[in-house]
């Protein structure tokens, strides 16, 4: 018998077709499509190896039911992806990086990506990320630097546009929304299961980064500044706390500047979290990479208000 091979490339589509086809008469009247229908995942006496996809035969149908089919599979088609849109879109807010946190760990590279000076007249702009070679922490609020790095056994705060980045993630908002965090947020864990779910409520895609702010008194923050050593192409998070100023800081009142992404694991968030965020202390003293965070009583979440609304569909 003459088959006809169909490859759906993706899981829902496949999915959604046999449960349509095989529970109800929808295209093909009284008939059940089952009679029509099978899955092979045997040719030929042997396995197919198609983890990600199905290989569905069938047998050439009349011209009544190819239309049928047609038709029915057209409708599934549209009604997949208009639910993948629905679930996959909202408000977002143009978040830019440059450089990769992967290149540093799996590759050496510490290299400068971009001038901090290519940013300088950006209104309203925030940004974290990593002084070339590893030379120190970047940390922007509202245009304004607070880029620290090491001398000795001094922490320096810089202020000037003068800086290149290994790593830099950046957006521009004009305007923010606060939330009060719960008593009962306290791990970094709780901190970003609340972030996704208050930006959620607001619209945000929470499927595409967003920066968010933190402002209040922590419980303890673990902070460093790196400042890598010349030559070293052995890389890991320890040793980038390890190799600068680093510590923890109890009952301390600070500024933070976060990104929160689950699709930029490696790039600019580790693979342990989904936020990267950096902070300023009240006092002016200290600016740099958090590591580890209690949240206090009475600190604020805020979250971009998004004027300029753009619908955004991204690959899963």
Not at 95 to 109: P, Q, S
Request: aromatic content about 8%.
């Amino acid at each position: 018998m003459l088959y006809k091979r169909i490859v759906s490339n993706g899981k829902k589509i496949s999915s959604l077709f046999r449960q349509l086809c095989f529970s109800s008469s929808f295209c093909f009247g009284n008939g059940s499509i089952s009679r029509y229908l099978t899955v092979f995942k045997v040719k030929n006496g042997r396995k197919r190896k198609s983890p990600n996809r199905e290989i569905i035969l069938l047998p050439l149908l009349s011209s009544k039911n190819k239309l049928a089919l047609i038709t029915c599979l057209g409708s599934l088609i549209i009604f997949g992806l208009s639910a993948c849109e629905e679930q996959h879109t909202g408000k977002t807010i143009e978040v830019k990086y440059a450089g990769a946190l992967r290149n540093m760990m799996h590759k050496g590279d510490i290299s400068a990506q971009i001038s901090l000076s290519e940013l300088a007249d950006l209104e309203n702009l925030y940004a974290l990320g990593a002084i070339s070679k590893l030379k120190g922490e970047i940390q922007i609020f509202d245009g304004q630097a607070w880029n620290t790095r090491v001398v000795g056994d001094s922490l320096i705060v810089d202020s000037s546009f003068a800086q290149s980045a290994t790593l830099l993630v950046y957006a521009q908002v004009a305007q923010w929304n606060t939330i009060d965090i719960p008593n009962t947020i306290h791990t970094r864990k709780d901190l970003e299961q609340f972030i996704k779910q208050q930006a959620a409520e607001q619209g945000i895609n929470t499927n595409a980064p967003f920066p968010f702010l933190l402002e209040g008194a922590f419980q303890s923050v673990d902070w460093h500044v790196i400042n890598w050593k010349d030559g070293d192409m052995e890389h890991s998070h320890e040793k980038h706390i390890k190799s600068g100023l680093h510590g923890t800081l109890k009952d301390v009142s600070l500024q933070a500047l976060g990104f929160y992404s689950e699709r930029h694991k490696g790039i600019f968030t580790h693979h342990t979290a989904h936020t990267h965020i950096h902070m300023k202390t009240a006092n002016k003293r200290i600016a740099g990479h958090i590591d580890e965070l209690v949240v206090g009583e009475q600190v604020l979440l805020k979250l971009p208000v998004i004027t300029d609304l753009k619908e955004s569909i991204l690959p899963k």
